[in-house]
């Protein structure tokens, strides 16, 4: 034998040495599947957790279903062997663990064709259970929300009954011209007052429930145009009160998307543009769209107060309000972020103080499930 025929076989020899090491010392289960799905090796955790033996090298793979405790795994193996392609699954086995299974191909380069296939179990088990046990309190969460909101609205519902009848006997005693009733009629405004917002704020409870508990909504072809008008006949009387102006720039006129949560979002951003405008300074609100890659920018820039750069981190977080002369929840702003970022989107704010804010929208284009 020559000098480089021994070379060789001392190289091959030396990376025997280093996967058999390799094998020996790995924390994960992986078997070595043959392209005719025998069973030709595996490291040592595949025996602790499948309960293997020496006695299995040589074996073929449907005989170890059994101890894989997973029925399909036989035809996943036959699948990545035909394709070339990686299968990943999270699989719960029959004995109730989980685990992130990947079947690899072992690939021939030279014949472009998988010779068997490599599989590695990695235990989530204490990991999915963890998910589980969020699941189980998200929901929670979420019928609590629901059981307060319809607890509540029947009540309230009362209330606003009582109130009408309060401001139409007010306005008799009025076209009466009862002097003394004056402060009744002040009381009736604010009682009303006070049921709307309540009203508001049940409403929005309902919405950060659907959305933090995941809750599909329908997507369709929406025009923005459109949208935009039924939030400015919704808000006409602040428009008119406050002289504001709206200019449309329209670079994409629709997208796939949930009407109601896009109508939410122009709506709380129209609102928040007008009820904070500055003083002596009617609003002006430019609202653009444009396509970016695979989103649609959707930008809301006004000339009111500007928010205060050390007040920007907190704008999204429930319940914030930085005036408490201004009408509001403190919770339209984190709704909209949960409706854009539960879409894949995203949300970003630039404002100075004074001079007015914009809030620039990455909007993700919902792709319905087939």
Request: charged residues 25%; contains cysteine; negative net charge.
């Given at each position: 034998?020559?000098?480089n025929?021994s070379k060789?076989?001392?190289q091959?020899?030396?990376?025997?040495d280093?996967l058999e090491?390799?094998?020996?010392?790995?924390?994960?289960?992986?078997?070595?599947?043959?392209?005719?799905?025998?069973l030709r090796?595996?490291t040592?955790p595949a025996?602790?957790q499948?309960?293997?033996?020496?006695?299995?090298?040589?074996?073929?793979?449907?005989?170890?279903?059994?101890?894989?405790?997973y029925?399909?795994?036989?035809?996943?193996?036959?699948?990545v062997i035909?394709s070339?392609?990686?299968f990943e699954?999270?699989?719960?086995?029959?004995d109730?663990?989980?685990f992130?299974?990947?079947?690899?191909?072992?690939?021939?380069k030279?014949?472009?064709?998988?010779?068997g296939?490599?599989?590695?179990?990695?235990?989530?088990?204490?990991?999915?259970?963890?998910?589980?046990?969020?699941e189980?309190?998200?929901a929670?969460h979420?019928?609590?929300?629901y059981?307060?909101?319809h607890?509540?609205?029947a009540?309230?519902?009362?209330?606003e009954?009582?109130?009408?009848?309060?401001?139409?006997?007010?306005?008799?005693l009025?076209?009466?011209?009862?002097?003394?009733n004056?402060?009744?009629?002040?009381?009736?405004?604010?009682?009303?007052?006070?049921?709307?917002?309540?009203?508001?704020?049940?409403?929005?409870l309902?919405?950060?429930?659907?959305?933090e508990?995941?809750?599909?909504?329908?997507a369709?072809?929406?025009s923005?145009?459109?949208?935009?008008?039924?939030?400015?006949?919704t808000?006409?009387?602040?428009i008119v009160?406050?002289?504001?102006?709206?200019?449309?720039e329209?670079?994409?006129?629709?997208?796939?998307?949930?009407?109601?949560?896009?109508?939410s979002?122009?709506y709380?951003l129209?609102s928040?543009a007008?009820n904070?405008?500055?003083?002596?300074?009617?609003?002006?609100?430019?609202?653009k769209t444009?396509e970016?890659?695979e989103?649609v920018m959707?930008?809301?820039?006004?000339n009111?107060l500007?928010?205060?750069?050390?007040?920007?981190d907190?704008?999204?977080?429930?319940y914030?309000?930085?005036?408490k002369?201004?009408?509001g929840t403190?919770?339209?702003?984190?709704?909209?972020?949960k409706?854009v970022?539960?879409?894949?989107?995203?949300?970003?704010?630039?404002?100075?103080l004074n001079?007015?804010?914009?809030?620039v929208i990455?909007?993700?284009?919902?792709v319905?499930?087939?």
């Amino acid at each position: 034998m020559n000098m480089n025929g021994s070379k060789t076989i001392q190289q091959l020899i030396e990376l025997n040495d280093e996967l058999e090491n390799y094998f020996r010392n790995t924390i994960i289960p992986q078997l070595f599947v043959d392209a005719n799905l025998i069973l030709r090796k595996f490291t040592p955790p595949a025996m602790k957790q499948f309960s293997f033996t020496p006695e299995h090298i040589g074996r073929p793979m449907q005989e170890m279903v059994n101890h894989i405790r997973y029925s399909t795994i036989v035809e996943n193996i036959n699948s990545v062997i035909e394709s070339g392609e990686i299968f990943e699954k999270e699989i719960q086995t029959t004995d109730r663990r989980w685990f992130q299974m990947n079947i690899i191909p072992y690939l021939i380069k030279k014949e472009n064709r998988a010779n068997g296939v490599i599989i590695t179990f990695v235990d989530i088990t204490d990991r999915m259970k963890v998910l589980k046990q969020l699941e189980k309190l998200n929901a929670s969460h979420e019928t609590f929300i629901y059981a307060v909101s319809h607890d509540l609205k029947a009540p309230l519902a009362n209330i606003e009954g009582l109130v009408e009848q309060l401001k139409v006997t007010s306005a008799e005693l009025m076209a009466n011209c009862d002097e003394d009733n004056h402060e009744q009629e002040m009381i009736a405004k604010m009682l009303d007052s006070s049921v709307n917002r309540m009203r508001t704020i049940l409403n929005e409870l309902s919405e950060i429930a659907k959305i933090e508990g995941n809750y599909k909504e329908i997507a369709e072809t929406v025009s923005f145009e459109a949208i935009l008008n039924e939030v400015e006949l919704t808000i006409k009387d602040r428009i008119v009160n406050s002289n504001a102006s709206i200019t449309y720039e329209l670079g994409v006129a629709t997208i796939e998307t949930s009407p109601k949560n896009l109508r939410s979002i122009l709506y709380n951003l129209l609102s928040n543009a007008i009820n904070y405008q500055a003083p002596g300074r009617p609003p002006e609100i430019v609202v653009k769209t444009e396509e970016k890659e695979e989103y649609v920018m959707l930008s809301v820039k006004d000339n009111g107060l500007g928010i205060a750069e050390d007040k920007i981190d907190l704008l999204f977080a429930p319940y914030t309000r930085f005036t408490k002369d201004r009408e509001g929840t403190g919770i339209g702003l984190y709704l909209i972020k949960k409706l854009v970022e539960n879409t894949g989107g995203s949300i970003s704010v630039n404002s100075k103080l004074n001079h007015g804010t914009e809030f620039v929208i990455y909007l993700k284009p919902i792709v319905q499930e087939s």
